[in-house]
């Protein structure tokens, strides 16, 4: 029986064994996708990281308020006492198709399970999708592989997991359906069909930006592929009216959404698409009108002329640059100098060994592709690829890993490429073997392929990719560098929720501001948003400020100047007028009753404000380490820096203008004298150092040597309802009594009665 035997009619189609083993193959790839990407549910069925606790409370809000009520939303509960305007400063579309969804199919589960199940879900659907974009690439064979690729890629498998209701798996989604209609479109001339999937591949992109940002990255191969298309296709009249119908659309479409705005196409978006559509339609028209002699010399003369205008018009500052994360991906080797922009791990540079960690055999695929494309000849094959489409797969392979290279989270799109250019290389191979070698050889070509692709899920022990997603959820180990698995999160969550007023204020950092807003329910100054910068610094520096002095910030309201008791000399602006809520206003203007109220218009600007107190009522950190036992001794001692605020002291100093060396000795990570004695965050851990021990000769020093680690016993500096802070509550894991490692959240009250 050959693969097109017919085996039943359904109308006009015949459903044949082919169709009967795509669709195999396809279930083969969906079911290993969301086994995969359900693993983390072994530990216990949670959301996953940080972003997605807000963007449930986000979908929760839509389902349980409407539409219209979303797009007035100003969160009281996020960065007070600002607020957050959520529809201009958030992924609207994932909130927006996840609340729809769940309306029509969520009947019966619960949103919380409901938006946990959600990237498993697109993750799967995505694979499909894969398989429809390769497909037009590089055939069935080709697409099947990919799928296939797709569905056990680590770095995919990673932003994907169940739970992670972040912007990743829809966005992909949208990315390569997008692509799919563009180049399904463009692929041959037909007419009304190519107009609409055109119009649809542009309304998808539009969707995918305000789903996630790095969608953007997907039109970086667009825009080149847009300049190269002239040389490569003859149907000049097609192109003319394709290429800008699908780039004024995308252009016009982006602006019916709040983010991003405008500013998408007087910045990056027309530098990106505008300026190559341009180029792409007066080129057609050049060598319309040239001569065959001079055809080449005319389009390449003008491609250096738009060349020299395209960088021409990058430099003077008339386009919107776009923040940091996509200027460094066109500029790998380009340095934030911002602390708060490198204290983020998913912004952490990428290297050759956490690539080939990441995508291991897909390289030597990307790279027996790439080099088939370019030697490929269709004459010497039966399998033809249009030149057009091996241009694309080209460029997107090109544009891929260099975008990947520039920091970690962007290893997604070096997996996409890797695995296009895999897959049509595999299928070259394979279809150059089966064609013209002996069973033999066949056999064991299909069986080193199998073997490379399984090979890197199970090898090796602890860093395959099977591993990689076989993770506790945040929550549940904290964010430490323990991969445990507890309910210590859950229980001071919990605690929040149930024995704090319901307008208290909570300070603590950055990192666990969705979940206190989320599972707490309580108001917090700085969350994972990072917004305001500003508010950030304010917070590191009163961490790193004097017990006394850090009680007096945290007592004061907001329209409270209390400079004098920050820690450090204050960063100003340069003394422009500040922009709160779209009105410029003077400092001394700063505060204004009506800004104080939930405004739905309220926005505000990057002027550095003056320092002025936090409102604060409870504190809460932190803190991850070991418990070590002593043999014959009923006493506990501590190893700490396990990755909770204990580790992130450098960072705090850093981002709140301090000298590192102040507060941490050489090893950047051991405090000081200093900050133990004059620091709130060093009164408010429990721990006091008792010696310190050298790992290689295990010495005992009464102070720090080099190389020489910490080891401490349990002190609660405040537990007096009469000092400034009193611990009100700690995790279970804190009073527990075994060995191994701690997970520990602790919260003090600010004691507002409090006199020196």
């Known amino acids: ?66 539409y219209e009520a979303y797009f007035e939303w100003h969160d009281d ?19 927006l198709v996840a609340a729809t969804m769940y309306n029509i199919f969520g009947s019966g589960s619960s949103l919380y399970d409901f938006t946990i199940m959600f990237p498993l879900i697109m993750g799967s659907l995505t694979s499909i999708v894969i398989f429809a974009l390769v497909r037009v690439v590089g055939g069935t064979t080709a697409g099947l592989i990919a799928s296939l690729m797709f569905a056990i890629a680590s770095p995919v498998l990673l932003r994907g997991l169940i739970g992670w209701f972040k912007s990743e798996p829809l966005g992909l989604l949208f990315g390569f359906l ?46 080149l592929f847009f300049i190269a298309l002239p040389f490569f296709r003859s149907d000049s009249k097609f192109l003319l009216w394709a290429i800008p119908t699908f780039s004024v659309s995308l252009l016009l479409i982006t602006l019916l959404f709040e983010r991003p705005p405008t500013t998408f196409i007087m910045g990056y978006g027309g530098f990106i698409i505008g300026l190559p559509t341009a180029f792409l339609v007066l080129i057609l028209i050049i060598q319309k009108f040239s001569k065959e002699t001079t055809k080449i010399r005319n389009s390449l003369i003008t491609l250096g002329a738009f060349a020299a205008s395209g960088i021409g018009i990058f430099l003077s500052g008339n386009v919107g640059l776009p923040s940091f994360r996509y200027l460094s991906a066109m500029n790998p080797f380009m340095i934030s100098g911002d602390p708060l922009t490198d204290s983020v791990s998913e912004h952490m540079a990428n290297n050759l060994s956490a690539s080939y960690s990441h995508l291991s055999v897909f390289i030597i695929f ?66 150059h073997i089966l064609v013209k070698q002996t069973n033999i050889v066949k056999f064991t070509f299909c069986i080193v392929i199998i073997g490379l692709m399984i090979t890197p899920m199970i090898l090796p022990e602890r860093y395959n990719w099977i591993d990689k997603g076989h993770l506790p959820p945040t929550l549940l180990h904290g964010g430490s560098y323990f991969w ?19 307008d ?12 206190i807003q ?53 960063k100003h602006g340069s003394g422009s007028p500040i922009e709160i809520w779209g009105q410029p206003l003077t400092p001394e203007e700063y505060y204004i009753p009506e800004c104080k109220t939930v405004n739905a218009n309220c926005e505000f600007g990057q002027w550095h404000p003056q320092l002025t107190g936090l409102d604060s009522d409870y504190v809460l950190i932190y803190l991850a380490g070991q418990r070590l036992s002593v043999p014959g001794s009923p006493v506990w001692l501590y190893d700490l820096n396990g990755g909770g605020d204990e580790s992130k002291k450098h960072w705090f100093a850093t981002i709140g203008g301090e000298r590192q060396s102040t507060y941490v000795q050489s090893d950047g990570q051991t405090p000081t004298p200093h900050f133990w004695e004059n620091t709130l965050l060093g009164k408010l851990i429990p721990f006091t150092v008792i010696t310190y021990i050298d790992p290689a000769t295990s010495l005992q020093f009464d102070s720090y040597k080099e190389g020489s680690y910490p080891i401490y016993m349990k002190d609660i500096k405040f537990k007096d309802p009469d000092d400034p802070f009193t611990l009100v509550y700690s995790s279970p894991s804190f009073n527990e009594e075994r060995e191994g490692p701690m997970s520990t959240i602790l919260i003090y009250k600010v004691n507002h009665d409090y006199v020196q």
């Open 178 to 223: 997008a692509l799919y209609l563009f180049l399904s479109g463009i692929k041959t001339n037909k007419g009304n069909i190519s107009l609409i999937k055109l119009l649809f591949s542009a309304l998808i992109f539009a969707l995918g930006f305000s789903s996630w940002g790095g969608v953007q990255f997907f039109i970086l191969p667009l825009g």
């Open 504 to 515: 208290a204020v909570i300070f603590a950092w950055w990192d666990y501001g969705y979940w």
């Open 366 to 431: 990307g790279l027996i592709g790439a080099w088939l494309l370019f030697s490929y000849r269709s004459k010497s094959t039966n399998f033809p690829i249009p030149n057009d489409m091996r241009l694309f797969a080209l460029i997107a392979g090109v544009v891929g890993i260099y975008v990947s290279s520039a920091f970690i989270r962007l290893e997604l799109f070096g997996a996409f490429v890797l695995i296009i250019l895999g897959s049509i290389g595999i299928t070259i191979l394979l279809r």
């Open 1 to 66: 029986m050959v693969s097109n035997t017919k085996l039943f009619s359904v109308g006009n189609f015949d459903f044949r064994l082919q169709h009967l083993l795509i669709i195999g193959i396809l279930a083969i790839a969906v079911s290993t996708s969301a086994l995969l990407r359900a693993q983390p549910a072994s530990y216990g069925f949670e959301l996953n990281e940080f972003d997605p606790f807000f963007n449930y409370r986000a979908t929760e809000f839509v389902v349980n308020n409407g």
């Open 77 to 95: 509960k996020s960065w007070h006492p600002y607020g957050r305007n959520v529809s201009e400063t958030s992924q609207v579309t994932l909130h």
């Open 484 to 502: 445990i698995s507890t309910n210590d999160w859950h229980d001071a969550t919990s605690w929040l929720k149930n024995n704090t007023p319901t």
């Open 518 to 570: 989320t599972l707490g329910e309580r108001t917090t100054l700085v969350d994972n948003a990072t917004l305001i910068t500003w508010q950030i610094e304010k917070v590191a520096k009163t961490f790193m400020s004097p017990s006394y002095d850090a009680w007096v910030i945290l007592d004061s309201d907001y329209k409270t100047n209390v400079l004098e008791h920050y820690v450090g000399t204050p």
